[in-house]
């Protein structure tokens, strides 16, 4: 059976529920008609040009995103500039763009469990609950099947996430085995991983000043950036995608776009 773009986006919701995102995000669709006919989508953590263009040369009519394109009204819509150059690529090549953003990130089997899949790690439980919806949650926390040196579980989460390089907040002398976890910018959960006794929060995008908060609290932060953390847990949500698809027998081709890359050079 050949969907439509809004029985992708009933299909998603079943997934990632669109009330469960945080109030200033804009998750759903960005571009195109809840008509149009799929048979093929493409999978991008961000909507660039130029993943839009790959999505149009390979012929998929979705472009699939984790972060918007849109989050306020846009009051004057300029070609030659973001977002509106996105969405005149869009239309030209007609690839409408979905986004599923803190809905996926929450969700019971999301970003956040998927990070806790590739860590192995066990007991799992969100690191903050959201009451409408007990299934999932903000992060999650669980343990390793035994302790780990700090500086071994840096390098193996290069290796999981493809980093080139890893921040570190507090001692990498130590060991560690009950783990929290949060893809993308996850400082303000500094103060709710060491709540709940982790040894160890990885996330992205730690500042300064929740840097400082960590190291008062005695909690090792490690950083492996927005773009890893997320980007790593998307490209395997493909799959999930894929045998939902085959349950709902959905003639749909999934394709990750592959030219994405961190937009921070490390030297």
């Known amino acids: 059976?050949?969907?439509?773009?809004?029985?992708?986006?009933?299909?998603?919701?079943?997934?990632?529920?669109?009330?469960?995102?945080?109030?200033?995000?804009?998750?759903?669709?960005?571009?195109?008609?809840?008509?149009?006919?799929?048979?093929?989508?493409?999978?991008?953590?961000?909507?660039?040009?130029?993943?839009?263009?790959?999505?149009?040369?390979?012929?998929?009519?979705?472009?699939?995103?984790?972060?918007?394109?849109?989050?306020?009204?846009?009051?004057?819509?300029?070609?030659?500039?973001?977002?509106?150059?996105?969405?005149?690529?869009?239309?030209?090549?007609?690839?409408s763009i979905i986004a599923v953003h803190t809905n996926l990130d929450g969700a019971a089997e999301g970003i956040n469990h998927i990070l806790a899949e590739l860590l192995g790690l066990g007991d799992v439980e969100p690191l903050q609950s959201i009451p409408q919806y007990p299934a999932g949650g903000l992060g999650r926390i669980g343990f390793l099947d035994e302790h780990m040196a700090v500086d071994v579980l840096a390098e193996k989460l290069k290796t999981m996430l493809s980093a080139e390089k890893?921040?570190?907040?507090?001692?990498?002398?130590?060991?560690?085995?009950?783990?929290?976890v949060m893809g993308g910018a996850g400082g303000s959960m500094i103060w709710k991983a060491s709540e709940m006794g982790a040894d160890v929060f990885i996330t992205g995008d730690v500042t300064y000043h929740q840097a400082l908060e960590a190291k008062a609290l005695g909690l090792i932060v490690i950083d492996a950036g927005h773009f890893c953390t997320e980007r790593t847990a998307f490209i395997h949500f493909a799959d999930k995608l894929r045998h939902l698809f085959q349950q709902a027998r959905f003639a749909v081709e999934v394709e990750v776009y592959r030219g994405e890359r961190d937009p921070f050079l490390y030297k």
């Open 166 to 180: 890893v921040r570190i907040i507090g001692s990498t002398d130590s060991a560690a085995r009950r783990i929290a």
């Open 1 to 95: 059976m050949k969907p439509t773009i809004k029985d992708l986006m009933s299909l998603l919701n079943t997934i990632a529920p669109s009330n469960i995102s945080e109030e200033w995000d804009n998750p759903g669709l960005q571009v195109g008609s809840l008509t149009q006919g799929i048979d093929k989508i493409m999978l991008s953590l961000d909507p660039t040009v130029e993943a839009v263009r790959e999505a149009a040369r390979k012929r998929a009519q979705v472009l699939l995103a984790h972060h918007p394109l849109l989050f306020r009204p846009v009051s004057c819509l300029d070609l030659d500039k973001f977002p509106g150059n996105v969405i005149h690529e869009s239309l030209s090549g007609g690839v």
